[in-house]
């Protein structure tokens, strides 16, 4: 969390994600370049080492990218994979690193050498649009990249903050629109000429499977949603029994203005906060209550369930929801409070078979 | 919410609770050896081959006297040439990187002269990469009384293949076609660079030749909409020297198939 920005946070588990990133990456690259039957013979390869590179950064930035987005869904759908989600952004920023390697080895080979400026040549060189084959598909690759390195520049909590994050979560759906760039920009340049079938079918999977734990990761939302909170008379809304929300853990109610509430029991006392954590807006309810402070399942950042602050030094504070209980059942006031204002927690009966 | 009483819970920062470790540590390892294998996999059934074409460094600068042809763009007909450049070879010339030499050859058109340089080479295909200025390219001292050949005019074709740029064809780009190759071959083509037809079925025993708009002026526009793609079109074929030379009639050009 923040007390001043150091340009990252180290940790063993960053260091250990990192690790396994770099060795995925350098033996992609390593076995992609080397182990080939002309270069193990002895030959050159007769291709142009520049185009070699591009092909294997580029491949690699396409993988990587649908590494990423398969992360989200995957963690929906089984919340173990929760743990990939820390630390994604390294994961982002290394792909951004990657697929900028690509634009060099294509700008400084197919566009330098001429009279022209390389840059301009990129934006002149092909001015096809109107037609699918021949199209210039460069300009997708170079949307994705521009999206990838915003992204990647403001990954950094400071812009976090800066930005606020609901308009940071928002610039970073980004994201989505750079896959579809360079899903045409495959589609329309490299598959063109590629003979082999390897590669084209490898391509098509990876971005079904992409597509499709979306569209899986959506239905089991759907059907496994947050619950609706029902209104009930004075503006109150119903979120459950009591007795439903274990010790140390939440459950989660839809309010009517689409905000989301998370009632907490903490020693048998019920206080509810909002669900979505300062930080980036993680689901504070799919978390729990660790060393009496709630603890985000994204990143790890606590908050006092009381307050809807984060313990000092730190600074984060959430809205926090006046709570009723009325035989047994949970009742929210949908009018949240400023963030971090204090609420007396309230009493319940504790819950049967646990201590 | 599938949050069962026994799923592990992970803090970022804190040990890796012991039921999440295994999976972890088995999603690590999927993810490095997935990377692994499309490694090696796609990196092994890549096309590598890009056809034959190369600078022929190897042979070292070579050094040739001949006569300048100026079509829209250079020819050189080797008059006396050495072992590897022969006496009726004609090659296509070429300044270095994407630039074309029309601005030397002009002034030189049917005289005598003398070229040094890099040959680069796809089967019949020669082109000759000229040394910097004077060097590159100077009119020969003793004039003798040397002509442009007369060319043969071979008819009216229809052909089926590729419009591409002729450098990164001979070998400057391997491989130099495609639609990949499009806008460096465009960038070529802006430069100067003579556009070359790949035929799939050779004419009279090339399958190179040499394009120029129907009047015999540069490619026209309409070209480039169609660099790098497989199409069909029509026009005058005729044999300069030993190079076949294509006006293409821009209004024949279809997509094949
Ligand atoms: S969203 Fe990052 S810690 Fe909550």
Known sequence: MSVKYVPVQWNRNKWMYDGFL?????????????????????????????????????????????IILSIGPLARLDPRFSALLYNRRHFGVMTAAVALTHFGFILNWYFAFSKSNKYEALLFANTNYGQIAG??????????????????????????????????????????????????????????DASGNVFPALFVVAALIVAGLHVAAFVHDRRHGDPVAEPVAEGWFRICKASDIREGRARIGLLPNGERVAVFRQDDKLSAISNACAHQNGPLGEGRIVDCLVTCPWHGFNYDVRSGRSPAPFTEKIPTYNLKVHDAEVYVDPNANEPGTYVEPVEVPPLEGEA | MNDREDTPFFIGYLQVPQKLRKLLLVTALALVGFLLGAGLLIGRTQDTDPGGGAFRFDYGQQTVSGVVENLAYPLFHVTEGNDRLKPGQTLMLTGSGKDGV?????????????????????????????????????????????????????????????????????????????????????????????????????????????????????????????????????????????????KMDPETIELAS
Not at chain 1, 168 to 178: D, E, G
Not at chain 2, 106 to 125: C, D, H, N, Q
Not at chain 2, 181 to 200: E, M, Q, R, W
Not at chain 2, 218 to 243: C, N, S, W
Request: net charge positive.
């Open chain 1, 135 to 192: 199209f210039p598909f460069e300009m997708f690759g170079l949307f994705a990249l521009i999206c990838l390195l915003i992204l990647s520049t403001t990954s950094h909590d400071f812009w976090l903050k800066f930005l606020t994050a609901p308009v940071w979560k928002r610039l970073h759906y980004l994201i989505y629109p750079a896959y579809a760039a360079v899903v045409a920009h495959v589609a329309l340049g490299m598959l063109q």
């Open chain 1, 22 to 66: 770099l060795v995925g990456v350098g033996l992609f690259l390593g076995f992609f370049l080397h182990i080939r039957p002309d270069f193990l013979s002895g030959n050159d390869p007769r291709i142009n080492a520049q185009i070699l590179n591009a092909r294997a950064f580029g491949v690699c930035a396409f993988l990587m990218l649908s």
């Open chain 2, 102 to 246: 029309s601005n030397r050859t002009l002034p030189m058109v049917g005289k005598l002269a003398t070229a040094k340089g890099i040959v680069l080479e796809r089967g019949s295909l020669e082109m000759l990469q000229l040394a910097g200025g004077k060097r590159g390219l100077s009119e020969a001292e003793k004039q003798s009384s040397v002509s442009v050949p007369k060319p043969e005019d071979l008819g009216r074709w229809k052909l089926t293949g590729e419009i591409c740029d002729g450098k990164c064809l001979s070998g400057a780009m391997r491989p130099g076609r495609g639609l990949a190759h499009k806008a460096c071959a465009n960038l070529c083509l802006f430069g100067d660079i003579p556009p070359v037809f790949v035929s799939t079925k050779p004419v009279k025993g090339s399958e190179f030749l040499m394009v120029l708009g129907p009047d015999g002026g540069a490619l026209p526009k309409e070209a480039y909409d169609f660099i790098g793609q497989y199409i069909t079109l029509e026009g005058a074929v005729a044999r300069h020297g030993d190079m076949l030379v294509f």
